[in-house]
């Protein structure tokens, strides 16, 4: 990419140690989830501090579309379900957790319900869960690529049944099926066969969110999920922060010598954003957890990371950043599926990175980042949120670097600009 396609925002290098505490909106995966499990319940059910930003709205009006209740109370959204509707249209925007989420629903419809997305949306992989749902008995027409735009001819019901699938350029191809699954006549029973399935941790997610809503599910044998049919029961629930989404700020105390807190850190969890407390670590942050506040505190030294990020691939982007200014030199493997993310993170990591004039390589599973001196310059976001999120970090102790298109932020934080100059104690840059 040569040209900025979309204003570029100077990022603010910290004067000092940041000193801050950040309050995390809910978790994009948890929310998305619970919207989508609350739209094919038995009841109504109440989602506590959701996350409100792109990702979730398209999850709101994809499942309004299929005739789902959605409104607003003080602390949240109430969803009231209704049979699936067939006749809308879905906005995938660039969300993997809706096109992946939402068709499997969709194949409960009455009707047509058609799919789209943003441009690079259309290039994200998609055939894995449309060859699925044909497998469990939908008919589905897409133009041949096996990807977005596609219809599901949803005929009110889907024989559902046993499918065996390659999920290991997404884990969201199994939750997606996982999610409805109780809703088709025979359940799904899930075979996974080819190279290991990334993100597991959102796929116990999913399988602990179905628990909860009294969804019988078993998971023991290796790469096999067998979801009996049967209601979802509704829920009222309180969705965690985004863990993930805490990277970018906790980074800033590790770059900066500085301390940043993160109330609501929950004991245990499935996000896979928990794993910052040992990778943060491992780089030389002093971190600890007391009475629900995630406290990391840079101890001024950044050390290189050899680690395999396969669990935890959305936290690539921002350690990558941290990777290009530490001491030492990094090598971040297992996670050849970002090339399957919103954009192919690991050449877009290693292009913006090195026109900055950094030394980054890419492997076939990952990168390898020997740190030098940094200058300023444009850093492309590519659409994803992550990418700008690693621009900011750098940006923290590299003067001059502008990251294009900042607002793409908004696919998981409504603000991530107004947090980020809270966090350094500035205001938002124009
Ligand atoms: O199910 C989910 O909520 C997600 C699963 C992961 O996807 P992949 O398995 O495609 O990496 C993750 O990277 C994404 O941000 C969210
Ligand atoms: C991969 C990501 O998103 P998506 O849910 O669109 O797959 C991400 O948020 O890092």
């Known amino acids: 990419m040569t040209e900025p396609t979309a204003p570029l925002w100077p990022a603010p290098t910290a004067s000092g140690p940041v000193d801050a505490t950040v309050e995390l909106?809910?978790?994009?995966?948890?929310?998305?989830?619970?919207?989508?499990?609350?739209?094919?319940?038995?009841?109504p059910s109440r989602l506590r501090h959701p996350l409100v930003a792109r990702d979730t709205r398209l999850m709101i009006e994809a499942l309004g579309a299929l005739g789902a209740t959605i409104e607003p109370t003080g602390d949240g959204v109430?969803?009231?379900?209704?049979?699936?509707?067939?006749?809308?249209?879905?906005?995938?925007?660039?969300?993997?957790?809706?096109?992946?989420f939402v068709p499997p629903v969709a194949a409960l419809a009455d009707g047509d319900v058609r799919f789209d997305g943003d441009p690079p949306a259309r290039r994200r992989p998609m055939s894995t869960v449309l060859d699925?749902?044909?497998s469990l008995g939908a008919t589905?027409?897409?133009?041949?690529?096996?990807?977005?735009?596609?219809?599901?001819?949803?005929?009110?019901?889907?024989?559902?049944?046993?499918?065996?699938?390659?999920?290991?350029?997404s884990s969201q191809f199994v939750s997606g099926l996982l999610l409805s699954g109780a809703r088709y006549d025979k359940g799904v029973t899930l075979h996974h066969d080819g190279k290991p399935v990334p993100s597991l941790p959102h796929i116990d997610m999913t399988v602990a969110m179905l628990r909860e809503r009294g969804v019988e599910v078993d998971d023991e044998a290796p790469s096999t999920w067998r979801v009996e049919?049967?209601?979802?029961?509704?829920?009222?629930?309180?969705?965690?922060?985004?863990?993930?989404?805490?990277?970018?700020?906790?980074?800033?105390?590790v770059l900066t010598g500085g301390t940043v807190r993160v109330p609501r850190w929950p004991a245990a969890t499935t996000q896979p954003g928990a794993?910052?407390?040992?990778?943060?670590?491992?780089?030389?942050?002093?971190?600890?957890?007391?009475?629900?506040?995630?406290?990391?505190?840079?101890?001024?030294?950044?050390?290189?990371?050899?680690?395999?990020?396969?669990?935890?691939?959305?936290l690539t982007p921002v350690l990558a950043a941290l990777a290009a200014v530490a001491r030492a030199p990094s090598h971040l493997r297992g996670i050849a599926h970002l090339r399957g993310h919103e954009t192919d993170r690991l050449a877009a990591l290693a292009a913006e990175i090195n026109s900055l004039g950094g030394q980054v390589e890419e492997t076939p599973d990952g990168l390898v980042i020997?740190?030098?001196?940094?200058?300023?310059?444009?850093?492309?976001?590519y659409a994803d949120h992550r990418m700008a999120q690693a621009g900011a970090v750098l940006g923290l102790v590299v003067p001059g670097v502008r990251v294009e298109d900042i607002a793409t932020t908004s696919k998981t934080l409504a603000d991530f600009p107004g947090?980020?100059?809270?966090?350094?104690?500035?205001?938002?840059?124009a």
Do not use: Q, Y
């Open 25 to 43: 909106p809910g978790s994009k995966s948890l929310t998305n989830r619970a919207l989508v499990l609350a739209a094919l319940a038995s009841g």
């Open 370 to 381: 020997r740190p030098v001196p940094l200058r300023g310059g444009v850093f492309h976001s």
């Open 132 to 134: 699925a749902l044909r």
């Open 275 to 314: 794993e910052l407390r040992d990778l943060l670590s491992r780089m030389g942050a002093a971190v600890s957890l007391d009475d629900g506040v995630l406290t990391v505190r840079g101890t001024g030294e950044v050390r290189g990371l050899d680690a395999d990020l396969h669990d935890v691939g959305e």
């Open 419 to 429: 947090m980020w100059s809270a966090l350094l104690g500035s205001e938002p840059a």
């Open 78 to 100: 109430r969803v009231i379900p209704a049979p699936v509707a067939g006749g809308g249209f879905v906005d995938c925007g660039l969300a993997g957790t809706v096109m992946r």
């Open 229 to 253: 049919p049967g209601a979802v029961r509704p829920l009222d629930t309180v969705v965690e922060p985004d863990l993930s989404n805490a990277a970018p700020f906790l980074a800033a105390a």
């Open 140 to 169: 589905i027409d897409d133009d041949g690529r096996g990807a977005l735009p596609f219809t599901v001819r949803g005929t009110a019901a889907l024989p559902g049944g046993a499918v065996t699938i390659d999920a290991s350029a």
